[in-house]
Every structure is written in C-alpha cells, then in structure tokens.
C-alpha cells in the first residue's frame, strides 16, 4: 500500500487580543477549514506546522511531513523586505513572516515540495529575497481591483499562463484561466531563482516557480482551495473558474512520488 503524504500547512495567527470575546490575552494558531479539506481531498493528511517558537522544535516538526503549503492570510509587513509601511494599515504581521521564512529554510534544507497560496506567493518571494508592493492600486496606477472587501472570494478575473509552466500543464496546456482574487498586495521584484508563470490582464504577477529544477517550489496568487468542483460546475457560484482541486491533486502527486 502506497503512503499517504503528509503535507504541511503555515499556521495564520490571532495574536493576543486583551478586547477578543474568546481566549482573551492569547495567541491563537489556526488552519482555515477549507484549506485543509483541499489537502485532504486530495489523497493527502493535512498537518498544520505550529510556530513553537525554538528552532529545534520547528526543524523537529517539519522532519514529519513531505511537502509544504504556505497559506493565505494577513498581509506581509514591509520591514520583512526592508520597507516602511505607507500606512499603519499594512504593516503586516511580522512574527508570521519570521516563521514562514524558516519554514521556507527549513523545506529547502529537506527538498520537499512548497505549494504557495495568495499570503503563500507573497512571503514565498520575500523569503527568497523579492519585494512586494504593499498596496496595489497605490503603486501601479491603472490596476484592476484585485481585492474587494465586500464581494470577497466572488472578486475575479483572467489570468494568461506561460504555456512552459507547472500551472499550465496542470490544466492541460491552458493559455488562460478564470481565478478568483482577495490580495492587495502583490509581487514587485521578482526573487533570484523564481520566475513568473502567470499575470494578470494589467501586469500583476499571478503565479510563480523555481528556475532550479531540483528545487521545486510553486505559488500562485488566487485561492485555489475556495474553487471546489461543485463551485466551479455549472449552475454553481464560480461556475466557469479554474478547478482549485487540480492544483492540490497536481501538489499532492509531486509530494508523493518523492517518499
């Protein structure tokens, strides 16, 4: 019988809140529901890597599983990339970017797979030494609106895929799809050993992979594990979007054909 892969998932944070109804004055690590009914979904146990703040116990818990997913969530703080936040707004979470840099560390050192997800793709090129721009519509004038608080995951738009690319060739040699969009920030300088896969109609960077082909590392910018067959069927709410569920299966098989 075949293993079942193990894959990682990045903690998002709650961190200590003294006006927070629930667990007043603590951290909370959590997991979004859906992510890891993707995970599962697609022949794979979703684990959530806890930040347990000693760098032993970080490399202990990544010595179980057999890929990496880097999650969606709050915003990267620009100091992480040697900026100061134009607002206090995005300054970001800090303490998860530490985090999920050294996971990103820690996954290299062990060759496994690293899938990122929206934040995912974010941090993913920050870690990799890559810059970000902290508001979209802010710093490139004539931006769609890649994120719209009110309609949330029902924002979206095309992307144009580079036919030479992982995300292409999951969906069958696809020059196009239709993707949902939550982000306002977005990848400005690429990382040394990343390229992009993937754009947006104005510009924006919406996928990228490793250049090295040791190294396999894939991210894109929409939210793949929101886009369930039964959404994307017709008749249903993201009817005509790009099954998110490829992804995962694609992510999955790679995770797997390595234990």
Known sequence: MAAVPRIGISAN???ADPLRAVFRHKTLQYVEERMAL???RAGAVPVMLPDLKAAPSRAAVMDLVDGLVLAGG???SPETYGQTPLKDTWKGDPVRDAY????????TERSLPVLGICRGIQILNVALGGTLYQDINTQVEGTLVHRDWHH????????RLDPDSW???????ALSLAVNSVHHQAIATLAVGLRATAWAPDGIIEAAESTDAARWISAVQWHPEWLEPERVAEGG????RADGATIFAAFVGECAARI
């Open 13 to 15: 944070f709650f961190h």
């Open 38 to 40: 993707a995970i599962f």
């Open 74 to 76: 709050a915003d990267v």
């Open 100 to 107: 999920e840099c050294e996971l990103v560390q820690l996954a």
């Open 152 to 159: 949330y995951d029902d924002n979206g738009h095309e992307i």
């Open 167 to 173: 995300a292409s060739r999951v969906y069958g040699g």
């Open 237 to 240: 709410p993201d009817a005509g």
